[in-house]
């Protein structure tokens, strides 16, 4: 989507603005759920391929029935380590990819400055995938640090010295004070 299509529907400024913001805030909750799964994908893919890899390496080794049993008892424990890594990265990563697009939908300027001023260790994320713990300290940053956030309106800039705005048709109030018209 595109400044120039939206100027093509006849929209104005403040309109476009307000519709490229909510796109944008969709298009991050995209790319964060996209990363997140992406990022699961290579995880998966690593830990099978190595499990695939043991195998072979296990099935070569079946000499001794005893060392064998030690050799699969050792690999069951690794393989146990290994889920309980993966769920605590995959939790942590779905926890990070929440928190970014809760900040994204509350028009946080840079999230990695946002995301070093809030208590991680009270942030949670619920059994239905929800952030517990975050909206109170948004809103406390919202307050104390307001100038992470996009507040919507910008007023124009306006120089020192500069004065008021000025009359586009300059030359057509001048002539009219001069006929004795005021305007």
């Known amino acids: ?37 992406g990022k699961t994908n290579e995880s998966l893919q690593s830990q ?11 099935k070569k080794q079946a000499g001794d029935n005893e060392e064998l049993s030690n050799q699969f008892k050792e690999l069951q424990s690794k393989y146990k380590q290994d889920t309980e890594n993966l769920s605590k990265e995959l939790k ?4 990070n990819s ?41 809103s406390s940053l919202q307050k104390s640090d307001s100038y992470l956030f996009d507040q919507g309106q910008k007023e124009p800039y306006q120089p020192q010295g500069g004065g008021a705005k000025t009359d586009p048709d300059l030359v057509a109030t001048m002539a009219n004070i001069f006929k004795g018209e005021d305007k």
């Open 92 to 95: 942590q990563t779905k926890l």
């Open 48 to 58: 099978i391929a190595e499990r695939d890899k043991d195998l072979k390496a296990l």
């Open 98 to 138: 929440a928190v970014d697009t809760a900040l994204a939908g509350a028009k946080v300027r840079n999230t990695k400055a946002a995301k070093a001023l809030l208590n991680m260790e009270e942030v949670k994320l619920n059994d239905k995938g929800e952030v517990e713990g975050l909206d109170d300290q948004i």
């Open 1 to 37: 989507m595109k400044h120039e299509e939206l100027k093509k529907l006849d929209l104005n400024d403040e309109q476009i603005d307000k519709v490229m913001g909510l796109h944008g805030a969709e298009v991050e909750a995209m790319k964060a759920k996209t990363d997140e799964l």
